[in-house]
């Protein structure tokens, strides 16, 4: 109810409305309609399912979803039938959807999720529906994620979907041995095989579950062909490409190996094969340059313990024909333990043609973001970079008269503040940086003089000094 306040009493025409929101108003409303249903009190439709009567109130059950809004305002039949028959849906689910309506309230069990799930997206009851794939969520487990995942595509939950996938991926070598696994379709399968975020230790486990499901049903013997494409059969170990899968006469009389006849059969698992025995090959010779067409089925998957960084090699070969330039571009893998959680790797980028480059900035692998950090001392001229941990070494360099520099600086990049540190022994210019421990290493380098320095120099942080190492590089 709106109250009216004065605002200035010399003129009484001068009244302001304010709007009071009571709290308990929606409760006790629904609490009301509920009491009129169970009373049978204005009650002008009766939901019947399977013998069972439900009376209700078409203007409650039209504000619940958009399927009896449909019903009952678009001149359909039931629009002027006292009595309406709900087919496709179990009593028990609409008992619980009507209670849904009048009071808020629904009891979401494993006996009756599914159900449950099925009523209210045939009725539209979204709220019903979203609570039902929160509740599976929630439950989910290496037992029950595959068949979870079928329900969550099957009435287009997508967060469910999406969720149950992530699932199956980060588990797999668990699930694909069950049941359900087994009894998937092809084009699901192939959504799993082909994923790069498919958790496992080897490849070998995703071409022996591929086995599995070829084992499960014979229909499958005909759209093998399309599992195996998205196998990343180059990276299977040698001797089980070779031996397992390459020898199939050996094998073919066997009746556990007998679904390796369709690969030798199919023309198109024949070729993968070949193309990953080609692959393998090059390897070994360290042909690299020929692997360039084999990027989708040999890169490796991003597990979530698998960081990626992408570099580009320009090298430049300089004659008397003139000067040629070739580019490689190299994809590397770090494989962490998977108790450790993803960090932000740090990339410097130095000198290229002449242009320096002082940036220093960090990717991080979750959110695939880059962000900046600060800048090298030197400017990035000739200076060597190495992290350990949060704190990041910089030594020697050029300094802006073109000589050489003995300077060493580290930074926190917590607090991104540079400190300077004790200077090297020996001037040097694109010295090898390393740690050792809690050790500092500064290996060789170029002179002065532009000759190669052959010193080794160890920087040990708890006295802050430098000392030259009895031996040189070779």
């Known amino acids: 109810m709106a109250k009216r306040t004065r605002v200035d009493a010399a003129s009484p025409s001068c009244l302001l409305d304010e709007t009071s929101k009571l709290g308990q108003h929606p409760n006790k409303l629904l609490e009301g309609l509920n009491r009129l249903r169970l009373n049978k009190v204005f ?17 409650v059950l039209a504000s619940l979803s958009s399927y009896f809004e449909a019903m009952f305002t678009t001149g359909m039949l039931e629009s002027t039938q006292e009595r309406v028959n709900v087919d496709g849906v179990e009593p028990e689910v609409v008992d619980m959807l009507v209670h849904f309506a009048y009071t808020s309230e629904v009891s979401i069990s494993t006996a009756n999720v599914q159900v449950l799930l099925a009523g209210a997206n045939f009725m539209d009851v979204t709220d019903v529906r979203d609570a039902c794939c929160d509740y599976m969520e929630h439950h989910m487990n290496i037992n029950n994620c595959v068949e979870i995942h079928h329900l969550a595509d099957k009435y287009s939950c997508k967060k469910l979907e999406k969720s149950s996938m992530d699932y199956i991926l980060e588990y797999f070598s668990v699930i694909y041995k069950q049941e359900e696994f087994l009894s998937i379709s092809v084009d699901k399968l192939t959504e799993i095989v082909s994923s790069d975020h498919l958790n496992v230790p080897v490849e070998d486990m995703v071409f022996d579950a591929a086995l599995l499901w070829l084992n499960k049903c014979t229909d499958h013997r005909q759209t093998f062909d399309k599992v195996l494409e998205h196998i990343r059969l180059p990276l299977i170990g040698p001797s089980h490409l070779h031996t397992v899968i390459g020898s199939l006469d050996v094998v073919e009389e ?7 006849d369709v690969v030798k059969e199919s023309q198109g698992c024949q070729r993968f094969i070949s193309e990953a025995k080609t ?10 340059h020929h692997l360039l067409s084999y990027r989708s089925t040999a890169r490796p998957r991003r597990t979530t313990a698998l960081v990626q960084l992408e570099l580009l090699l320009l090298l430049v070969k300089i004659s008397e024909c003139g000067m040629k330039v070739y580019y490689y571009r ?19 980028v130095g000198r290229v043609a002449v242009t320096s480059f002082d940036a220093v900035e960090s990717f991080n692998p979750r959110t695939k973001q880059w962000r900046a950090l600060t800048c090298l001392r030197s400017g990035g001229k000739g200076s060597s970079i190495v992290a350990s941990g949060s704190v990041l070494y910089e030594a020697g360099g050029r300094n802006r008269d073109g000589s ?10 917590n607090r991104i503040k540079w400190l300077r540190m004790a200077p090297m022994n020996e001037a040097r210019c694109g010295c090898g940086l390393v740690m050792l421990d809690v050790y500092l290493f500064a290996l060789g380098g170029l002179e002065q003089n532009n000759t190669s320095e052959k010193s080794v120099e160890q920087y040990d942080p708890s006295t802050n000094t430098w000392q030259l190492m009895k031996f040189n590089l070779l």
């Open 43 to 59: 009650c002008d439709v009766i939901l019947c399912c399977d013998g069972q009567e439900f009376p209700c109130h078409r203007v």
């Open 254 to 260: 066997s009746q556990g190996c007998q679904s390796l």
């Open 279 to 288: 692959y393998q090959r090059l390897v070994s010779e360290a042909e690299g």
């Open 330 to 348: 190299l994809l590397i893998y770090s494989d962490l333990p998977p108790s450790l959680p993803l960090v932000e790797v740090i990339v410097t």
């Open 404 to 413: 050489f520099s003995k300077e060493t600086w580290c930074c926190d990049l």
